[in-house]
Antibody
Framework: EVQLVESGGDLVKPGGSLRLSCAASGFTFSNAWMSWVRQAPGKGLEWVGRIKSKTDGGTTDYAAHVKGRFTLSRDDSKNMLYLQMNSLKTEDTAVYYC???????????WGQGTLVTVSS | DIQMTQSPSSLSASVGDRVTITCRTSQSISNYLNWYQHKPGKAPKLLIYASSDLQSGVPSRFRGSGSGTDFSLTISSLQPDDFATYYCQQSYSGPATFGQGTKVEVK
C-alpha cells in the first residue's frame, strides 16, 4: 500500500524558513516523480512544484509564486521528499500535500498534508 | 498559464441523483485533464485521469469525458460517500493548474 506522510508544518513568522518532509513507502520511490500541492484556508488546490526521478534527470519545476523561494529535494536512500521554504509570506499559509506525480500527467497518491501557518 | 473554469462552484443534490460538473480550459489541452475528490481533513483522491480513464478502485458511477477545451465529470447515481469537493486539473503545458472546485452538498 502506498503511504505518504508529511511532517514539519509549523507556525513561522513572515520572512522565516521551514523544511517540510514527506516519508514515502509502498512503492519504488527512486523511480517516482514527486510533487507538492497546497491548499490555503478556504481556497482550492494549487500546485507548488515537482521533482523528477534521478533516472529522468532529477530536475525540478516550480510554480511562479514560489520560484526562487522554495526548493524541492529528495533522498532516495531514505525514501524521503523535502520542501525547503524560505522567505515565507503570509500567503504561503496552507496545508501542504506530498503527491506521486505520474510522468507529469496526473497526481496519483496523496498524503494527508501538513499545516504551515505564516503569521507574526 | 492555462486557466481553468469549473462550474458550478457548488450544487445541492440528493442520494441517487445524477450530477454533472463541467470544466473549461483557456486553450486546447487534448485529453490532459484529471479529476480529484477532496473531503475536509482528508487526502485528495484521484478519480479520473486522461479525461476518461477511471483510476483503480474508483466506483464505475464516476465517468469523465471531453477533449480540447470542454470536459465533464458525471456521477451517475450520487452516493452518501460522494458529498465532497471536486477539482479538475490540467497537465498539458506549463504549471499544473486546478479548477476552483465544485462543492457537492446534501440537498
Amino acid at each position: 500500500e502506498v503511504q505518504l506522510v508529511e511532517s514539519g508544518g509549523d507556525l513561522v513568522k513572515p520572512g522565516g524558513s521551514l523544511r517540510l518532509s514527506c516519508a514515502a513507502s509502498g512503492f519504488t520511490f527512486s523511480n517516482a516523480w514527486m510533487s507538492w500541492v497546497r491548499q490555503a484556508p478556504g481556497k482550492g488546490l494549487e500546485w507548488v512544484g515537482r521533482i523528477k526521478s534521478k533516472t529522468d534527470g532529477g530536475t525540478t519545476d516550480y510554480a511562479a509564486h514560489v520560484k526562487g523561494r522554495f526548493t524541492l529535494s529528495r533522498d532516495d536512500s531514505k525514501n524521503m521528499l523535502y520542501l525547503q521554504m524560505n522567505s515565507l509570506k503570509t500567503e504561503d499559509t496552507a496545508v501542504y500535500y506530498c503527491t506521486t506525480d505520474v510522468g507529469g500527467d496526473w497526481l496519483e497518491h496523496w498524503g494527508q498534508g501538513t499545516l504551515v501557518t505564516v503569521s507574526s | 498559464d492555462i486557466q481553468m473554469t469549473q462550474s458550478p462552484s457548488s450544487l445541492s443534490a440528493s442520494v441517487g441523483d445524477r450530477v454533472t460538473i463541467t470544466c473549461r480550459t483557456s486553450q486546447s489541452i487534448s485529453n490532459y485533464l484529471n479529476w480529484y475528490q477532496h473531503k475536509p481533513g482528508k487526502a485528495p483522491k484521484l478519480l479520473i485521469y486522461a479525461s476518461s480513464d477511471l483510476q483503480s478502485g474508483v466506483p464505475s458511477r464516476f465517468r469523465g469525458s471531453g477533449s480540447g477545451t470542454d470536459f465533464s465529470l458525471t456521477i451517475s447515481s450520487l452516493q452518501p460517500d460522494d458529498f465532497a469537493t471536486y477539482y479538475c486539473q490540467q497537465s498539458y503545458s506549463g504549471p499544473a493548474t486546478f479548477g476552483q472546485g465544485t462543492k457537492v452538498e446534501v440537498k
